[in-house]
């Protein structure tokens, strides 16, 4: 049914080619700033807190290819949940003989923000081109554990925030907030100041969807942080699930 | 000497021209205070949302700082933190009626009430984002106490500097006006007008210290800006605070953003002769 979602979203969205073009602007000009600012850092040090330039532009991919993702999947749809439980409209998702959890996270697709998934992974097989040891099988297979667990954290994440909703109706600031922290992940976690840094790990896992990717492919991962993250991932996703129907609990429509 | 009667006759209307521009500047401030202040979560989020961006930056060059030894280039860990947490007023000031706020202008008609007004609708914009400046100023206050807590600046400004600063975050906020006016008249010709906001927002996003203090950036970045009006809305103001600016400095940059007020204003006024010939509503 995911798949299904997913054609009409795409199909509706192709509609509309001019935003293609609005997409691949605006990811050039975030990716120009982006490069800029490494550029600046590293004219001025060879290394920040042990990452290497090639090694800070695989963070930087990586971050924007995660950012891609979470602007194609997982924010439309946590946005348009928003909406439908202010404006009482979340019935027609919650009559479908069909799981609500997986029905909400599904209906929206903003297929030209993949554009951000392409350059993301053009940053960072750049960065991968110029680090000079190899990456292995298993630090790519770690990667890819590690990508995926902080994908699913980002994603109960929003789902919290989102279910909020059902208490507080203007959670519209969520989406500002999230986008300006968001940037945190263009550094690697280690470089915060600790407060700052357990917020941006446990509170808003960016750390597990951004730093500990990159760690993997950088041969730093250490297995227990790899283990955390799935660990983590599982624990939040059932809390997040409970948190979900608790929060459906309250939701009594509008007019309809 | 005799006077006309025209001449005697236009000495009192030109005071009572400028009286009511200063009561329409009041008033419409005064509404903005009141209408933002009922918005003062929504206005706080959104400062907070604002807050990341500087705050990873002053962590990158404190990092760097410290790894050589507590400065790069002669600016010290107190310095970037004076200078990023003081960066989160000024970036609050650069925020004005923006270009792509007259696409929605024109597109829903609220052009068609403001030109049945006797002023110009951008002395209404000055006003009212003047008026909400000063809501923001006040929500701000507590933030920068507690960023100071966090990150300990060093902030020693002689009375001349603050004073400097309190005009300078003013002539920052009508330059950035009258440039975001000007560029919104595009909008008149074109509704793809976004394209071209989102790369004059880069540009000035590189070029204006809001990335980093100007000093960091290479020799011809910053003989580039200089002859630019990005970095007089934001790294002078910033600087004139923070940094170690000569008297002859201070004056020269005020005299600077006077300047690019001017400019901006010329080229609105322009802009704005041909956009609206251009103007026909539709529908209603």
């Known amino acids: 049914m995911g798949l299904l979602f997913f054609k009409v979203g795409v199909l509706n969205e192709l509609q509309y080619r001019v935003n293609f073009l609005v997409s691949l602007m605006q990811s050039a000009l975030a990716l120009t700033t982006g490069i800029v600012v490494i550029a600046l850092v590293y004219s001025h040090t060879n290394e920040l807190n042990g990452w290497s330039q090639p090694e800070l532009l695989c963070v930087l991919g990586i971050q924007i290819l995660m950012g891609g993702l979470i602007k194609t999947y997982i924010q439309p749809n946590m946005t348009r949940l928003i909406e439908d439980v202010r404006d009482g409209k979340l019935d027609f998702a919650l009559t479908k003989p069909e799981d609500a959890q997986l029905l909400v996270s599904v209906r929206e697709v903003r297929i030209w923000q993949v554009v951000d998934v392409v350059s993301g992974l053009g940053v960072l097989g750049f960065g991968l081109s110029r680090i000079t040891a190899d990456v292995g099988a298993l630090d790519a297979l770690a990667f890819a554990i590690a990508l995926t667990f902080g994908a699913v954290l980002i994603y109960c994440f929003w789902l919290v925030v989102a279910t909020g909703a059902f208490w507080v109706v203007n959670m519209w600031h969520a989406v500002e907030l999230f986008d300006g922290i968001y940037m945190t992940g263009r550094f690697p976690v280690g470089i915060y100041p600790g407060w700052l840094r357990y917020s941006v790990t446990f509170l808003v896992p960016i750390a597990f969807a951004v730093t500990v990717p990159a760690e993997a492919l950088t041969s730093r991962l250490e297995w227990q942080t790899l283990g955390l993250a799935v660990a983590f991932a599982i624990v939040l996703f059932a809390a997040t699930r409970w948190f979900w129907r608790f929060g459906l609990r309250r939701y009594s429509g509008a007019s309809a | ?284």
Not at chain 2, 61 to 82: D, H, P
Not at chain 2, 240 to 256: F, I, K, Q, T, Y
């Open chain 2, 1 to 284: 000497m005799t006077t006309t009667p025209a001449a005697a006759a236009g000495v009192p209307q030109e005071a009572g021209r400028v009286r009511s521009m200063v009561d329409l500047y009041l008033t419409t401030m005064r509404t903005a205070v009141q209408e933002q202040f009922q918005y003062r979560t929504a206005n706080y989020f959104y400062m907070l949302g604002m807050v990341a961006e500087p705050v990873i930056y002053l962590v990158v060059w404190t990092t760097i700082a410290e790894e050589q030894g507590g400065s790069v280039q002669g600016l010290t860990v107190g310095y970037f933190a004076a200078y990023y947490i003081v960066w989160t007023l000024v970036r609050n000031m650069n925020i004005v009626f923006g270009a792509p706020f007259w696409e929605w202008r024109i597109r829903e008609g609220d052009l068609n009430r403001d030109l049945l007004r006797p002023v110009l609708p951008l002395h209404y914009d000055i006003a009212y984002f003047a008026g909400w400046k000063v809501v923001v100023i006040v929500l701000w206050i507590p933030l920068a106490v507690g960023l100071s807590l966090v990150f300990e600046p060093t902030l020693d400004p002689r009375l001349l500097e603050i004073a400097v600063f309190a005009v300078a975050i003013w002539g920052a906020y009508l330059i950035r006006t009258m440039f975001q006016e000007s560029l919104g008249m595009l909008c008149f010709w074109t509704t793809r007008g976004a394209a071209i906001f989102d790369l004059y927002m880069t540009l000035e996003l590189l070029l204006s210290g809001r990335l980093v203090p100007m000093p960091l950036m290479p020799d011809w970045v910053q003989t580039l800006s200089w002859f630019l009006p990005f970095q007089w809305a934001f790294f002078f103001p910033i600087e004139s605070l923070v940094g170690d600016l000569s008297n002859a400095e201070l004056v020269r940059g005020l005299g600077m953003q006077l300047l690019w007020i001017l400019i901006g204003l010329a080229i609105f006024r322009v802009a704005w002769r041909h956009a609206i010939k251009r103007y026909s509503a539709v529908g209603g």
